[in-house]
């Protein structure tokens, strides 16, 4: 073999054997700074961080999931205010995606922190409880007298709101109802939300419903938030992520395979090698190259411009300014990378270059 020959051969990295855990709080601690400018200052990015590997350690599910998806749902954690500790909101896997839901505690703290009311509830009524709601020419009348037995059939769930100036909302939604939204989240699993905090979804359900009579209800919610799905059935406009229908990475080596994978397409390196060990049977189909022909032969590997444009897009989603570009960007050799970041935050098309070549 030339000299010729050896430098062109792809120097390829050293296989990472950290627990994904450390990986992914390396991760987040890389981008403090960022965290820092996205959350309010009632949060620091240390607490916040906390949050995250708390709700990993406990899940570890997210650890299987792909960063990009996983940065996704933390900065829109951010943008929102809240921890992902799963009482104010949770970071919640589907397959191989991470998606954010922000629980009923944290949007209650949303709708206070926004100064808007007086007082913000959400309530279940069970079968045998005092309730009333109905509506005259004096108005529109509630009571509910919660009883001591949650464990009976629930009946109705309602929402209240009295804004400063004294403007009253009610919304109450028949148990039927709610389960029909329900059923459109097309959660499944032992691990959904629905599953795992019923009564909180329910609550959250009754808050969303509400949130639509609201003033000023996009400076809350925002128009995202008032679909009332919860399961995410394709990623983000301009954003390439790990199919939905791809199985999640199961046990703590696939999980750091899954996070090894993202970090060298974000940077643009080769991926890793393969264990050489062999694994399991099903960790080595999962390495070998797919055959000639075949879809994930043909797609396109990922672009570090469309992940540039991307992370544009959820910087201005988070409250940011056009001037606080990453700083992985202020480098001269990412000029690209930046006028990609700028073009997503202003909602313009991905900018075309002419080739080197």
């Not at 809240?82 to 995606?97: M, N, Q, R």
């Not at 409250?319 to 001269?332: S, T």
Request: proline content about 9%.
């Amino acid at each position: 073999m030339s000299s010729t020959d050896v430098a062109t051969v792809p120097q390829q990295r050293e296989k990472d054997t950290r627990p994904p855990i450390v990986v992914l709080r390396q991760r987040l601690q890389e981008r403090e700074g960022e965290l820092k400018a996205a959350l309010p200052p009632d949060i620091s990015p240390a607490s916040f961080i906390r949050a995250v590997i708390t709700a990993a350690t406990i899940n570890t599910d997210i650890l299987g999931c792909s960063w990009q998806s996983v940065w996704i749902s933390v900065m829109k954690a951010c943008r929102d205010g809240l921890l992902p500790d799963g009482i104010e909101g949770a970071i919640v896997p589907y397959k191989s995606t991470a998606t954010w839901i922000p629980m009923y505690q944290g949007l209650l703290r949303r709708f206070r922190r926004s100064g808007q009311f007086k007082w913000i509830t959400a309530g279940i009524v069970h079968e045998g409880e005092e309730f009333h709601h109905y509506i005259d020419q004096d108005g529109e009348h509630f009571r509910h007298v919660p009883g001591d037995d949650t464990s009976k059939p629930i009946l109705k769930i309602y929402a209240l709101a009295t804004t400063r100036d004294g403007g009253q909302f009610v919304c109450v939604i028949p148990k039927a109802e709610a389960d029909k939204i329900r059923s459109m989240s097309r959660t499944t699993r032992e691990d959904s939300p629905w599953k795992l905090w019923t009564s909180e979804m329910y609550r959250k359900t009754a808050l969303r419903r509400l949130s639509k009579m609201l003033p000023s209800v996009r400076d809350l919610m925002g128009e995202d938030e008032l679909v009332e799905l919860d399961a995410p059935t394709t990623a983000p406009e301009g954003l390439s992520i790990v199919p939905v229908n791809e199985p999640r990475a199961s046990g703590p080596a696939a999980a750091l395979e899954q996070f090894a994978r993202d970090e060298a397409s974000a940077s643009g390196s080769p991926s890793p090698p393969a264990a050489e060990d062999g694994g399991a049977q099903d960790q080595q189909h999962a390495q070998q190259p797919p055959e000639a022909g075949s879809a994930a032969a043909d797609a396109p590997a990922e672009d570090p411009l469309a992940v540039a444009y991307a992370r544009g897009r959820e910087a201005k989603a988070a409250g940011h300014q056009r001037k606080a570009l990453p700083p992985e960007f202020r480098d001269p050799a990412k000029t690209r990378e930046a006028l990609a970041w700028q073009a997503g935050h202003d909602g313009g098309p991905m900018p075309a270059f002419k080739s080197e070549t």
